[in-house]
C-alpha cells in the first residue's frame, strides 16, 4: 500500500539495523513513548535485528493506560446513570475500574456506545435530546484537538445535553517526571509522533538541553522506528543531545497551529493524576472558562467508594520503563486480556497487552487448552 | 523482543479465569471466551463421538451414508450490507459449514425470528436472497419455522439455518483437524477482511473512497473441484468470526503443532489494509464469510493451487505457510522486516484504539 509498504521494507529495514550495528559502540537504553510504537516494535518482531546492546523500554504514551482508575469508576458511574449514553473510544472499554470496566456495565444494561470521534457522540446528542450524551475525553495532545471541536461545536450549536469527561493529559510533563526521577534509565527518547503533529517539537529543546538526553520526533512504522534508533545511536555515539524530527512527513516544528489554537480556547493546562505514575504538576488540560458547562464531572456529581487500585499491578514501573511486562509476576498468570489487573494489559497500545500478544516465545508457552468447533 | 531477555521467565498457571458471572459479548466473538463457554459448558453437557470432532459440523453415519451437520445463527447488524444481507449470509454461513466437512450440501432449514413492526418489504428482500443463493449453490431450503416477539426484544430479523450434507469421496484421510500434520501446507482462498470491514462500514457510518463489498460466497465449488481432482484434503475451515488468526489458533491447539506464516504472502486488498490501518484492527482476525483455509500435503500444494485458482470464488488462492512439528500450539508470523512474532488467539472483541 502506498505510504504504507515502503515503510514495512525488508530490504530497507536490514540495511538500517546494519548501519544502527556499525555505528554503536556501548550500550544504551531508549525509550518509545508511544503505545503505538510499543507495538510496531513487538508486532513486526523488530528487536529481532537490532543488535543486543540496544534495550528498548516502552513509555507512558498510552492513554488507556494512563487514566487514573477514579475516573474509570466515574465513567462506569455516569455510564450506569438512565438518562446518560456514554459515548467512548473503542478500547478504553474493557480498562477495569476498581470493580468493573465500562464493558462490564454494558453487560449490565448501560447504554455505552463506541464513536470514532467526539463530534460523533456530538451527533448522538442532537438525535437523542431526552437523554444526557456524554463523552470520554481521553487522550494525549493528539486527541485534543478533535475533543476540544466537539465542545466547542455544542457552544456554537447550543446543545445542551453534550459534556465530556476529561481526562487529558501531555507528554512533555511526563517525559521530566521521568528524567527527574532518581531511578531514570532512560538515555535517549522517540519522541511521540502524532503528539507533534499537533504540538510540534519546540518545546522538546529545553528537555533535550536540560536533561542532556537526546530527542528524536518518531513515526510508528517499522522503518521510522529503526531511523528513530539509529538517529538516536548517532547522537549517543557523539555525545549530542538535540531535538531532530524523523518524522518530518508528518511533523513540522511549530505544529498545527489551527489545532493548537482550538485546544487552548477550550482547554486549559492543570494538574493529572496519572494512573502508575501519580500527580504530575501541569501535565494536562481541563476545560476553561466558560466551557466548563460541558464538565460532565457538573452534571453527575461522583458519590461513589474510593478507587482501588489491584496490589499486583506493577504498571507504573512498567509505565517508567523500570520493568518490562514479562518481568511482573502477574503477567499472563493473573493478568491477562480477559482478566486485566492494570490497563497496559487492556489497550491496543499497552506495553503489556504487546507482549502478551505478539512476543510469547517457545520457552514460554502458555496458551490455553483451547478447541471446539468454530460456530457462528 | 530478544529470545535472551524472557527465556528465563517461567509461567504456571495456563488458563485464564472465565469471567463467568454473565454473558458478554466476547463470549460470541469466536476468541477465546466464546471457547471458553464451549469448552466449560457445552461440550460437557452434550459430550459424544460426532462433537468431539470439533469441526465446523458433525459428520455421522446413517445407513452406510456418510452425512454432514451442522447448524448456525445469524445476527448481523445491518441488515442489509455491502454486497450481500442477512439472507445470503444465513444461506451460504450454514453450506459453507458442510462444505468444510468435504460434504455436498444438500438441504437447509430456516427458523426465522422477527421482530414486531419488521417492514415486510425488507422481509422480501431478505427471502429473496436466500432463494437465489439455495438456487445457485444447488441447495433446498425444505423446512422451517417462523416466531414473531414483541418490539424491542429482537434486532430486525434473526436467522437460524440448519444443513445436511453428503460426503461422497472416498478419501483414506478424513477432512479435519485430526489430519493436520508437519509438513503441510496452508493455502487460504482468497483476500482477506472483506465482509467484517464492509459490516463495519455501515454499522459505524465510514465512508471509503470505493465501497469495501463482502466476500459473502458460497465456497463448496472449490471443494469440489479439490476432491474431484483427488488432492488429500487434510483439514478445511472457513474463516469467518475471529479470521484466519484464531482458525489457525484452534488448529494449532488442537494438534499442538505450530503454524508458521509470512506476513508478505497473506492476500489483503489494499482497501481493507487501510481500513484495518485506520481503525486499528488486524485483518488477521477480521471475518470473512467467502474464505477458507485449506490443509494439504506439501507435495501437493501447487496442484491444490492450481485447482482452486481456476474456480471462480477461490481465485485468488494463495499458498500462506506450512505446518512445523514445534512449538506447539503456536501460530507464528514472520513479519515484513523479518521479525518474528506470535499470532495469538483474539481476547475479546477486537476494539479500534483511540489514535
Redesign the interface.
Known sequence: MKFLSEYRDAKAAKKLAAAIRQKITRPYTIMEICGGKTHTIVKSGLEDLLPKEITLVHGPGCPVCVTPIELIDKAVAIAKHPDAIFCSFGDMLRVPGSSKSLLDAKAEGADVRIVYSPLDALKLAKANLHKQVVFFAVGFETTAPANAMSVWQADHDGVENFSILVSHVLVPPAMEALLSSEQCVVQGFLAAGHVCTVMGFEEYVPIAEKYKVPIVVTGFEPLDLLEGIYMSVIQLEEGRHQVENQYARAVRREGNRPAQKTISEVFEISSRQWRGLGEIPASGFQLRGRFQRYDANRRFPFTGEPAKESPECISGLILQGLKKPHQCPAFAVKCTPENPLGAPMVSSEGACAAYYHYGRRQNQSFQPELSGPSSR | ???????H???????????DD?????HGG?G?????L??KIF?PAFSNAA?E????GAVVRVNGARLAFTT???VVRPLIFPGGNIGDLAVN?TVNDLAMCGARPLYLSAGFILEEGLEMEALRTVVTSMQQAAAKGNVELVTGDTKVVDKGKGDGIFINTSGIGVIESKMKVPIG?ASVQPGDAVIVSGDLGRHGIAILSVR?S?EFESPILTDCANVWPAVEALLHAGIEIHCL??L???GLA??L??I???RNICIRLEE?LIPVE?TV??AC?I??LDPLYVANEGRFAVFVPAAQADAALEVMKRVEVSQGSVRVGSVEK?????VIL????????????L??EQ?????
Open positions: 523482543m530478544a529470545d535472551a531477555k524472557i527465556n521467565f517461567n509461567l504456571s498457571c495456563p488458563v485464564p479465569r472465565v469471567a454473565r454473558i458478554v459479548l466476547a469466536g477465546r471466551l466464546t471457547h471458553q464451549i469448552e461440550i462433537l470432532q470439533r469441526h465446523d448456525d445463527s445469524f454461513g483437524p459505524e465510514l475451515r472457513d469467518t468470526r475471529g484464531t482458525t489458533n484452534e494449532a491447539g488442537d508478505v489494499e489494509q487501510g490501518e481503525l486499528g514445534s512449538p506447539g500450539r503456536m514472520q513479519s515484513r522486516i523479518g521479525g518474528n512474532r506470535v499470532v495469538d488467539m481476547s475479546g476494539l479500534p484504539r483511540i489514535c
